[in-house]
């Protein structure tokens, strides 16, 4: 087929938030201990014990924001734990019981945002914590002077940190409350007093209420109605899946009906944004509140002879589909959605970047990212995604200069699109593209540029007219100077 889009009135559509590109990265298995922090003693290459590779390739993909330390993590997470000289390790009772060091910390985690430019957004302990262990959290981290400051000098940063982002909670609906919406709303309200900026210099927090799973819409409904006018956004949970939770799928050698069914589950994301969004702008008509997308990405099996609590699996083309698919919609819905955090970055889920000792490479979705690095923050002209359709894109601009993406979901099938700018188009100065012929082909330690991105030559510029041919299971970001 060959899809037309006309474009030449050029409207803007408003902005992409660059925080559409996140990340997440929870103590989990081998995210954050080996994946990331390797510590100052290894014979891994690091700066401060934080993995020099990892840092490098994630500098790379410009990651806007990093949110930690969990997840179900953070709802058994101490802070104080994880500062000074001597740390006080702990079971990681959420994600297998391994006992961790507790090396990498609060310091070690703005080190990395540090490394690597990333913003900070922190999910404080709702569940199992305090609020005075919150406010003497935001003291040690904001604070310029004061007990918490000299503390933090003591243990090495003189200097205040920005943090930006903060949730109250993490599915709190779940394991780590079994709360109902009317009980958590109260809570929120009640937390989010003391989530304060200690640096009257720095802008206030940004604060994120913990919001509903999947279609949960009635989690919506209560949370806004009782607390929307004391929260900045409302998180999202939606993970894709290939079939039930206890019949999960593998990431690799698997069947062709189960590219359908990954793609079937991951576009629900569209329907789901769509129906909160309508629930929220019952008591916020014009969407001061935006919704945070803070966990999705692919939950697939984990990789045979792995601890199944580590959640480690590999990353096919598939998956970088269904994540260029995941961004289109999120820029389809981007006055609504302002952040979004792919689950996880490193040797979790649906990953950036897989570790094995020493050894590093880079995913198919990491691929995504690199590309869709353009449009952070870019005019959006236009962002589309059906469930009827192979394709589908987000074209925005940025400093005279067009961005087009366009993804086939199309396992087996060729696909065209043809789109007509008001004027006529000088030749691209960025065209790439990510493509393999099998469904399931991946990167692996012995053959770490299996999938990769590659110069993309398969289009035509006639006038105004962008003329794409796309093979099956691809991806294409083409840049053209206004
Ligand atoms: O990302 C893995 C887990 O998925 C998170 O810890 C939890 O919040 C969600 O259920």
Not at 31 to 42: A, H, L, M, N, R
Not at 118 to 139: Q, R
Request: hydrophobic letters at 35%; charged letters at 25%.
């Amino acid at each position: 087929m060959t899809k037309i889009v006309d474009i030449s009135d050029e409207k803007v559509n408003g902005k992409l938030s660059k925080y559409l590109q996140g990340q997440f990265s929870e103590h989990l298995g081998t995210g954050i201990y080996g994946g990331i922090w390797v510590g100052k003693d290894s014979a891994i290459e690091n700066i401060h014990g934080i993995r020099k590779d990892v840092v490098d390739a994630l500098k790379e993909i410009s990651v806007p924001v990093l949110r930690w330390p969990g997840g179900w993590f953070s709802d058994i997470y101490h802070w104080k734990d994880g500062i000074g000289k001597t740390r006080r390790p702990l079971f990681n009772t959420s994600w297998g019981g391994s006992l961790e060091s507790n090396e990498f910390g609060t310091n070690e985690y703005f080190d990395l945002c540090e490394q690597i430019g990333a913003d900070s957004y922190l999910n404080v302990n709702l569940s199992s914590g305090t609020i005075h262990e919150m406010t003497d959290w935001l003291e040690y981290i904001t604070a310029p002077v004061g007990p918490m400051a000299e503390l933090r000098a003591k243990n090495g940063h003189k200097d205040p940190w920005k943090l930006k982002f903060v949730g109250v909670g993490n599915e709190e609906w779940g394991e780590d409350g079994q709360m109902t919406p009317e009980f958590y709303s109260d809570l929120y309200r009640l937390w989010q007093c003391f989530v304060r900026q200690y640096d009257p210099e720095q802008k206030p927090i940004f604060k994120v209420a913990c919001g509903p799973n999947i279609d949960d819409f009635n989690w919506t409904h209560v949370v806004m109605e009782k607390a929307n006018q004391f929260m900045d956004g409302l998180s999202l949970h939606h993970y894709g899946l290939t079939d039930l939770w206890d019949k999960k799928g593998y990431a690799t050698g698997f069947e062709a009906k189960e590219w359908d069914s990954l793609l079937y589950s991951i576009r629900k994301m569209d329907y789901f944004i769509h129906e909160h969004g309508l629930r929220m702008a019952q008591f916020d008509p014009n969407h001061r509140v935006k919704l945070i997308v803070d966990e999705w990405g692919d939950w697939l099996h984990n990789d045979p002879g792995t601890n199944p609590a580590y959640l480690r699996q590999q990353n096919t083309i598939r998956d970088a589909v269904m994540a260029a698919t995941t961004l289109n919609i999120f820029a389809k819905h981007a006055n609504l959605v302002e952040m979004a955090n792919i689950a996880q970055t490193v040797n979790v889920l649906q990953s950036m970047i897989l570790t094995q000792d020493d050894k590093m490479l880079l995913t198919p979705t990491y691929y995504v990212f690199d590309m869709y690095k353009y449009h952070q923050d870019a005019e959006l002209i236009e962002a589309y995604s059906d469930n009827g359709d192979p394709l589908n894109y987000t074209i925005s601009k940025k400093n005279g200069r067009y961005i087009v993406s366009i993804c086939n979901t199309s396992k087996d099938e060729s696909n065209n699109i043809t789109i007509k700018f008001g004027h006529a188009l000088s030749k691209p100065t960025y065209s790439k593209v990510l493509h393999a012929d099998e469904m399931d082909a991946c990167n692996t330690f012995d053959d770490p540029d299996r999938v990769k991105l590659m110069n993309y030559t398969d289009y035509q510029i006639n006038d105004n007219k962008l003329e794409i041919a796309l093979k099956d299971k691809s991806i294409v970001t083409m840049i053209i100077p206004e």
